[in-house]
């Protein structure tokens, strides 16, 4: 899925994206994030998959990345955002960007992150 310019909402939804070079479960870009007034990424309840070299779960450069009771996998990355907010989900692959805040999320392994650290 890719969103420009508004909001999405994902629930009760699997969404995969397989083979290429650069894959995105959910990408979302607006044109300029300067002047952008609020645009929000919102899983809930879901399985998002990317599933190639490249693979990057969600990604959502700008306001806020909400993500919880989901499964997210991504190659390269699972989680890259500007303010990432991950909680009760299972994340497989790459690491989630810097300084997300997650709350009771397992990696592939089924290794548990209380929080607010994330895999």
Known sequence: MRNRDGN??????????????????????????????????????????????????VQHLTDDTLIDHSEIAGETSTVDGFNVFIGATRLSGGPVSAGAICAGVYDESFTFYAGPACP
């Open 8 to 57: 999405a909402v994902i629930e009760s939804s699997t969404l995969s994206a397989v083979g290429g070079s650069t894959v995105y479960g959910v990408n979302t870009k607006g044109p300029d994030a300067v002047t952008t007034i609020k645009r929000s990424v919102l899983v809930e309840q879901s399985q998002v998959r990317a599933i190639g070299t490249g693979g990057v779960g």
